[in-house]
């Protein structure tokens, strides 16, 4: 195929205990009335104890020693920061680092004020802030806002498979607050970081999501969730309870990626976040959840995959180490096709004497970027930076792209979409075969005169194995505060989170964005 210019949050556990509650009626209305308190962390003993008499169905791989459920919950219990190697630990902080850049720079986006002024209307004690903002409002409605500004700008990391993937750090704004309520240390947002993103990046690798038809935020719930759960101190029972409503009540299609992009593309994973939390809060207050939620009959197994998968080795090597980290504010299959945009100027002087542009890149890659003809002619922020017509088009007009170039006057100038006509998106068995490991890109621009240049890229600059060094992820974190924040407390804001180990109470990070 070819493609061309055509609120709420739980009760105190108090509240809970077994000997005040006669019935499920009794606990709704007790839950009614503390809604907006955050639930302590001592262990309560589940309200309606749920025996698993359901079996795994014949398909789910029973050469497994117990559900998925368990088997995440054994590993997020037993995983200690001393586990982490320097370089994990040297990595999952600047992952922090970027992924907080990227909240500061997406903070004053419409979704993110939609974001926030939702959670300026809850209050809640103990209560989270809102980056930049600074306004306290119930955990969930936090985390919420928190996902919106991290995810706006499509600048946030990324963990593709040629089956799945998406932006483990979305999974930030969960933490964020649950280590701000929790009053929890750098070293456990760390441990916390590297743990949500073990789940995300290992279930990518074997759920087929693409083919399924599923939204990355179905699998960014259950990180988000494994992780604040271990910040909120959930027992190994409660998070398998967690795990359960989770799974059972976040799954999600992948309409709101595809075609003309609307304000979802960015709510989707931060409202599956925001669920996560609620999810461990209710785990914690006592309710428990549907067993056997990968491997029961009408588990997730035999009605969404129509068949089991087996979960990856957790743990070394650690899914955060093939992250890779963004150059360019748009989605991850065009960073290679900008990257060789801004090498291939310097064959020409004017964009003029283009004829036209010829991209080869994995079916994957199109069908993303260039499925549709609305990816040659964006009428918003979210398909302009998912459209690799439109990438490529204004790296080769003005040498790089950013988040200004997603309006007016760009996203009308008659000029670049005129060059934006010229550009053709071919499928690549090559870079199909190689997708595991990288998003190659072959762009070819041929001038007027008949002369043809090309570039290939690979491994873009931010890829794992190209990454980018630590002055210049300085230089794009300052390039996204300094809009909003002075030098001076930028530089205070870096210096703690290079020093991220070293703070007893990781929630200042939060304060410390606050415009």
């Not at 503390?34 to 050469?63: F, H, K």
């Not at 038809?213 to 969730?225: E, K, R, V, Y």
Request: neutral net charge; proline residues 4%.
């Amino acid at each position: 195929m070819i493609f061309s210019g055509a609120d709420s949050s739980s009760a105190s556990g108090s509240i809970f205990r077994m000997s005040g509650l006669n019935s499920r009626r009794e606990f709704l209305q007790q839950l009614t009335v503390a809604a907006g308190a955050t639930v302590a962390a001592p262990v309560i003993p589940p309200l309606m104890a749920q025996e698993s008499s359901e079996r795994p169905v014949e398909n789910a791989s029973s050469s497994r020693a117990g559900s998925v459920a368990e088997a995440l919950a054994d590993f997020a219990i037993t995983l200690r920061y001393e586990d982490l190697s320097g370089d994990v630990v040297r990595t999952t902080k600047r992952t922090i680092l970027d992924t907080v850049g990227c909240a500061i720079g997406g903070h004053e986006a419409q979704p993110s004020r939609i974001a926030v002024k939702l959670a300026a209307g809850v209050s809640a004690t103990p209560s989270a802030t809102v980056i930049c903002s600074g306004i306290r409002t119930s955990h969930d409605r936090a985390v919420f806002a928190n996902g919106v500004m991290i995810r706006y700008l499509d600048f946030n990391d990324a963990y593709s498979t040629p089956v799945g993937g998406g932006h483990p750090s979305d999974s930030l704004a969960a933490l964020l607050s649950s280590a701000e309520i929790a009053g929890s240390s750098g070293r456990d947002l760390i441990l916390a970081t590297a743990l949500s993103y073990e789940v995300f990046c290992k279930i990518s690798d074997v759920l087929d999501s693409k083919g399924l038809g599923l939204d990355q935020s179905t699998i960014l719930g259950l990180a988000s969730l494994v992780g604040a759960s271990r910040l909120m101190g959930l027992s190994r029972a409660q998070l398998i309870h967690a795990i359960g409503i989770t799974v059972g009540g976040n799954t999600a299609i992948n309409q709101g990626r595809v075609g003309s992009l609307s304000n979802w593309k960015d709510f989707a994973t931060a409202e599956a976040s925001r669920k996560a939390v609620f999810s461990a809060q209710l785990a914690q207050a006592g309710m428990t959840g549907p067993s056997q939620i990968f491997e029961g009959p009408s588990g997730f197994f035999n009605v969404i995959c129509h068949k089991a998968f087996d979960l990856p080795k957790l743990g070394e090597p650690f899914g955060i180490m093939r992250a890779v980290t963004k150059r360019f504010p748009l989605g991850q299959y065009s960073q290679t096709v900008a990257e060789a945009a801004s090498q291939v100027r310097s064959f020409f002087g004017n964009t003029d004497h283009i004829r036209e542009v010829n991209i080869r890149v994995s079916h994957n890659a199109i069908r993303v970027m260039a499925g549709s003809p609305d990816k040659w002619r964006p009428q918003s922020h979210e398909t302009a930076d998912h459209s690799m017509p439109y990438a490529a088009a204004v790296v080769l007009m003005y040498g790089t792209i950013d988040d200004r170039h997603y309006d007016d006057p760009y996203l009308h100038d008659p000029r670049l979409l005129d060059l934006v006509s010229r550009v053709h998106c071919f499928p690549s068995e090559e870079a199909d075969m190689h997708e595991k490991d990288f998003n190659m890109s072959d762009l070819e621009v041929v001038l007027e005169s008949g002369a043809r240049k090309s570039v290939r890229v690979e491994y873009h600059r931010g890829h794992w194995k190209n990454p980018l060094t630590d002055v210049q992820l300085e230089e794009k974190f300052r390039s996204l505060a300094h809009r909003y924040l002075p030098a001076e407390r930028i530089d205070a804001l870096l210096r703690q989170l290079w020093n991220l180990e070293q703070m007893p109470k990781a929630g200042a990070l939060i304060e410390m964005t606050k415009v």
